[in-house]
């Protein structure tokens, strides 16, 4: 079992910054995949960003490239979602997810980020 918190969202104005951060604890080791999913209201959830555990390459949402940046530090067991040039559409609810390609998903609760025009 792997556990995630997550910290970091809130209300900020367009044009704005927010960094997101996500700890993982428990069963680490197993951990193939980590990143961030977000979710508005009355939509389904959506990848955002995510960064494999070995070798560390990432990847975007087209929505989001150039604005937004993970990355990790595996001394601390964090992975990071660096968002510049919020939009409102980027508003919802972010969730970090841990990923084992042979047991599934694990999620953290989830952190609302709202972004006012």
């Known amino acids: 079992q792997v556990q995630l918190v997550e910290s970091g969202g809130g209300l900020v104005q367009a044009g704005g910054s927010l960094r997101l951060s996500c700890a993982a604890s428990?069963?680490?080791?197993?951990?193939?995949?980590m990143g961030w999913y977000r979710q508005a209201p009355g939509k389904q959830r959506d990848l955002v960003a995510s960064i494999r555990a070995s070798g560390g390459s990432t990847n975007y949402a087209d929505s989001v490239k150039g604005r937004f940046t993970i990355s990790r530090d595996n001394a601390k067991n964090t992975v990071y979602l660096q968002m510049n040039s919020l939009k409102p559409e980027d508003t919802g609810v972010y969730y970090c997810?841990?990923?084992?390609?042979?047991?599934?998903?694990?999620w953290g609760q989830g952190t609302q980020v709202t972004v006012s025009s």
């Open positions: 997810f841990a990923r084992n390609y042979v047991t599934g998903d694990s």
């Open positions: 428990g069963s680490i080791w197993r951990i193939d995949h």
